[in-house]
């Protein structure tokens, strides 16, 4: 596809299970963040990746959250023990390259619910 | 913690009407990119401006980077309804990161 593909696009489960989210950045972009947007507000930085430097995991809020990316592909956002809390939008984006001025391609988020 | 401040929150307003949304901070930035966001999608680059006292314009739009690089604002002239959504802006640093406002959520009524 031409643009960020995230699935699934919703995931309800219940509080203390596990969820992984994934996302299929735009071919050939070095550069893929994780954000988490609650409702109605802005974007809050979680994780970034860029190419095979070591990812910058200054936004993740807790220990049992985490990522991975293989090589320029595919990430995976892996929440433990979910919280109520923890419910939100998870967006993902790639850019060619990193900042300044490489705009990001956002993929549509997978909207997470937390019972 | 460096800081983009949006201003105002949320603005609703009727059709044919114009409008300026902002975006603030202390610190300086190499560049600055506004983003609209709709419901149940990925936010959408509109526009990146790097050079200080910069105006760029798509159609109705028109965007400036203040003089110092620390703020900007979004025009909007003869608002329509399909300008309705999230916009975000979005510095990069001195250290090359990415730093988001908490957006302007903005209804245009008809």
């Known amino acids: 596809g031409a643009g960020v593909s995230q699935s699934p696009s919703n995931k309800v489960t219940e509080k203390g299970k596990d969820v992984e989210l994934r996302c299929d950045p735009i071919?050939?972009?070095?550069?893929l963040y994780w954000y988490r947007q609650r409702l109605g507000q802005g974007l809050e930085f979680l994780i970034y990746f860029q190419g095979n430097s070591a990812p910058d995991k200054s936004g993740l809020p807790s220990d049992r959250f985490s990522a991975e990316r293989t090589g320029e592909s595919v990430s995976t956002l892996t929440i433990q023990r979910t919280q109520q809390e923890d419910s939100a939008v998870y967006l993902c984006a790639s850019s060619l390259v990193g900042p300044p001025n490489s705009p990001l391609h956002f993929g549509n988020g997978t909207r997470l619910t937390v019972t | 913690t460096q800081l983009l401040e949006q201003s105002p929150q949320f603005l609703s307003i009727q059709e044919g009407e114009n409008l300026t949304v902002y975006c603030n901070s202390s610190s300086v930035f190499s560049s600055l990119q506004w983003y609209r966001q709709e419901p149940g999608e990925g936010p959408v680059l509109l526009v990146t401006?790097?050079?200080g006292g910069e105006v760029k314009k798509l159609k109705r739009l028109t965007f400036q980077f203040g003089d110092a690089r620390k703020d900007s604002s979004l025009h909007i002239t003869a608002a329509q309804t399909g300008d309705t959504g999230l916009y975000l802006c979005?510095?990069?640093?001195?250290?090359?990161?990415?730093?988001w406002g908490a957006g302007t959520k903005l209804i245009i009524k008809p």
């Open positions: 071919s050939g972009h070095t550069a």
């Open positions: 401006v790097v050079t």
């Open positions: 979005a510095g990069t640093d001195s250290n090359y990161q990415l730093i």
